[in-house]
T-cell receptor, first 114, second 117 residues
Framework: SQQGEEDPQALSIQEGENATMNCSYK?????LQWYRQNSGRGLVHLIL?????REKHSGRLRVTLDTSKKSSSLLITASRAADTASYFC??????????????FGKGTTLSVSS | NAGVTQTPKFQVLKTGQSMTLQCAQD?????MSWYRQDPGMGLRLIHY???????DQGEVPNGYNVSRSTTEDFPLRLLSAAPSQTSVYFC????????????????FGPGTRLTVL
């Protein structure tokens, strides 16, 4: 079963607007990761936030983590057409055991039009 | 570094045929995994390995076998292909998984698109 679940499933915005997508997960975590997938390609790692962090920035990306609500959000500011992709959150299946599987949600498909 | 490589890029099989999807990484990563991606389903874990000689099942292991004889290679075998195995298969690797730090970051191969008729 999937650990993370992204919301919304699909998002359409104009260039220059901000895009926010959310991820909810079920069990405790030691970190949460966000990945991007361009159409027909493999996934590319965007950012990792540890369970003791509340917010992290990387360029135009801002990730927040609320462990009390078991949720995370990814904000992309000043979106560009090149940001059109699917975005996935991922957590390990058992944070108490090293070497466990990374489980992905179903993803949010972002479409940025010019 | 080539990163994570997968072969073949495309493959068409008939029902009942067997084949091996190859995956290799040159980053000396201990952790490797196989996922399948179907429309609207995200990525589902098939099998994973925490090091040479050690493998474990993921969410959807039926119909697939894996082995890890070296750190670099992690082939996925389809024993008797079925139309339900039509999918895009991704291999990934990382230094660790579950450690909590940046070494959990996974690197993905470009994928193998498999069609079973």
């Amino acid at each position: 079963s999937q650990q993370g679940e992204e919301d919304p499933q699909a998002l359409s915005i104009q260039e220059g607007e901000n895009a926010t997508m959310n991820c909810s997960y079920k069990t405790s975590i030691n970190n949460l990761q966000w990945y991007r997938q361009n159409s027909g390609r493999g996934l590319v790692h965007l950012i990792l936030i540890r369970s003791n962090e509340r917010e992290k920035h990387s360029g135009r990306l801002r990730v927040t983590l609320d462990t009390s609500k078991k949720s995370s959000s990814l904000l992309i500011t000043a979106s560009r057409a090149a940001d059109t992709a699917s975005y996935f959150c991922a957590t390990v299946s058992d944070p108490n055991q090293a070497g466990t599987a990374l489980i992905f949600g179903k993803g949010t498909t972002l479409s940025v039009s010019s | 570094n080539a990163g994570v490589t997968q072969t073949p890029k495309f493959q068409v099989l008939k029902t009942g045929q067997s084949m091996t999807l190859q995956c290799a990484q040159d980053m000396n990563h201990e952790y490797m995994s196989w996922y399948r991606q179907d429309p609207g389903m995200g990525l589902r874990l098939i099998h994973y390995s925490v090091g040479a000689g050690i493998t474990d099942q993921g969410e959807v292991p039926n119909g697939y076998n894996v082995s890890r004889s070296t750190t670099e290679d992690f082939p996925l075998r389809l024993l008797s292909a079925a139309p339900s195995q039509t999918s895009v298969y991704f291999c990934a690797s990382s230094y660790s998984s579950g450690s909590g730090g940046s070494r959990d970051t996974q690197y993905f191969g470009p994928g193998t698109r498999l069609t079973v008729l």
